[in-house]
């Protein structure tokens, strides 16, 4: 059974960094593209970071210079790096991964869900 399990999520103030994890088990994504998803309240779950083997990693465009995607394969876990928060990061972020390699912006496009962290940033 694959399970992912995000951790860090927290109510920090604007301009603060938070680091997210996500620990993967019963399944190795090392060749598989995982990526990071948020939903704020009232809004559509949207695509953060994507990250895969060979090719550099996707962010959107609101947190592109802010935040950093990376992985660490030995342990199957993946992360998020969030720097210069602001008050409109606030949402769940979601940990995803996919069957294939090549990243997706869409989440239709990932098999295996997390249950979600709450990051809330204050003004």
């Known amino acids: 059974q694959v399970q992912l399990v995000e951790s860090g999520g927290d109510l920090v103030q604007a301009g603060a960094s938070l680091r997210l994890s996500c620990a993967a088990s019963g399944r190795s994504f090392s060749n598989s593209a995982m990526g990071w998803f948020r939903q704020a309240p009232g809004k559509e779950r949207e695509f953060v970071a994507g990250i895969s083997w060979g090719s550099p990693p996707q962010y959107a465009d609101s947190v592109l210079g802010r935040f950093t995607i990376s992985r660490n394969n030995a342990q199957n876990t993946l992360y998020l790096q969030m720097n210069s928060l602001k008050p409109e990061d606030t949402a769940v972020y979601y940990c995803?991964?996919?069957?294939?390699?090549?990243?997706?912006?869409?989440?239709?496009?990932?098999?295996?869900w997390g249950q979600g962290t709450q990051v809330t940033v204050s003004s």
């Open positions: 995803a991964g996919r069957q294939l390699r090549a990243i997706s912006m869409s989440r239709n496009a990932y098999m295996y």
